[in-house]
């Protein structure tokens, strides 16, 4: 046996590829055992599975390496303010409102207790001094004895007193016209235009639809057009986006104008009356009277109660004349 079948047999992967690889190059078998025993192979020594890489060699995040590149956190969403309940548990109030509210009340009471306080302190100043604070010019009153005094300075004194008397009359006859209620005036009380007009009574008992009316109102308080207006000369415009808001059908302005759209409506749905009882066709007509019938032998009033009858059923007042056309 020779001795690369020795090396061959010894199954050293090492040797075995030294002398493969000399054989390769053109090499004979003693330059191969002399290969093997020297521990050159006439190659490149390749590095080590353990060396580190070279600088080049080094995976990039965006290349070779296993990691993926870090990506910004987003900011998580900022959560909604805390709001308070209001006493209907049904509307809300942003809880900033409410402290808002707390400081501006704990500033005011600050500043009342200050001034009480020093109002205390003046008050002990005059005591201690023994001064009498005078009178407040609206509550001074000449006494009879200073009034005989004044005559004393001869005219321009007799015109003082003269106008003291007259000032004091006076202030008595206000005092007591501030006193006394005039007649009827407990009766009579502010009247409020919201409460006389039927749309915003209905709506009123409705939470939703009323606050539409208040966010049209101040809308309104917020246009230089309706700003100097009073909320009576508001209304009709009130009324109009409301009921645009709402979706509601912009009746008719009178109950005038309501009876003649439905006259004019009756009035077209009249039918020439036909020659004989054949040219009907169907059945006879009973005793029992149309509706068009019955608006054509009533008056307005009749027009009126039947519209308003119709439209409390939830019916448009177009949809009530273009029923009596059909």
């Known amino acids: 046996m020779s001795d690369i079948d020795k090396i061959l047999d010894s199954g050293s992967l090492e040797d075995i590829d030294k002398i493969l690889s000399?054989?390769?190059?053109?090499g004979d078998e003693s330059e191969a055992l002399a290969a093997v025993e020297s521990g050159d192979t006439g190659e490149e020594a390749t590095p080590a599975a353990d060396d580190p890489?070279?600088?080049?060699?080094?995976?990039?995040?965006?290349?070779?390496?296993?990691?993926?590149p870090e990506t910004p956190e987003t900011p998580e969403e900022d959560d909604e303010p805390p709001v308070v309940l209001a006493k209907d548990g049904k509307n809300?109030?942003?809880?900033?409102?409410?402290?808002?509210?707390?400081?501006?009340?704990a500033a005011l009471k600050s500043q009342l207790e200050e001034l009480n306080r020093k109002n205390a302190l003046l008050e002990q100043q005059l005591t201690r001094a023994d001064i009498k604070p005078k009178e407040l010019p609206e509550k001074f009153r000449f006494t009879p004895e200073q009034?005989?005094?004044?005559?004393?300075?001869?005219?321009?004194?007799e015109a003082v007193a003269v106008l003291a008397?007259?000032?004091?009359?006076?202030?008595?006859?206000?005092?007591?016209e501030n006193i006394q209620p005039t007649p009827g005036a407990e009766a009579q009380e502010p009247s409020n235009p919201l409460a006389e007009n039927p749309d915003t009574m209905r709506w009123a008992e409705n939470d939703a639809h009323w606050s539409v009316v208040?966010?049209?109102?101040?809308?309104?308080?917020?246009?230089?057009?309706?700003?100097?207006?009073?909320?009576?000369?508001r209304i009709p415009e009130i009324v109009r986006r409301t009921k645009a808001a709402?979706?509601?059908p912009d009746l008719p302005a009178s109950g005038?104008?309501?009876?003649?759209?439905?006259?004019?409506?009756?009035?077209?749905?009249?039918?020439a009356a036909p020659n004989s009882l054949t040219d009907v066709g169907g059945e006879v007509p009973g005793a029992t009277k149309s509706i068009i019938e019955q608006l054509e032998e009533g008056d307005a009033s009749d027009i009126e109660a039947f519209l308003a009858e119709q439209t409390a059923k939830g019916k448009s007042v177009d949809e009530v004349l273009s029923s009596l056309l059909v």
Do not use: F, H, M
């Open 22 to 26: 000399t054989l390769d190059e053109g």
């Open 53 to 68: 890489p070279s600088q080049s060699e080094k995976p990039t995040a965006e290349t070779d390496g296993d990691e993926p």
């Open 92 to 105: 809300q109030i942003p809880y900033s409102v409410l402290e808002q509210e707390r400081q501006q009340a």
């Open 147 to 157: 009034l005989e005094g004044l005559e004393s300075y001869g005219e321009i004194g």
């Open 165 to 176: 008397q007259q000032n004091a009359s006076l202030l008595e006859r206000l005092q007591a």
């Open 214 to 233: 208040e966010t049209v109102n101040s809308a309104l308080d917020a246009d230089p057009k309706w700003a100097g207006q009073s909320l009576e000369q």
């Open 246 to 248: 709402l979706g509601e």
């Open 256 to 271: 005038g104008d309501v009876a003649a759209a439905a006259a004019k409506a009756v009035t077209q749905s009249q039918r």
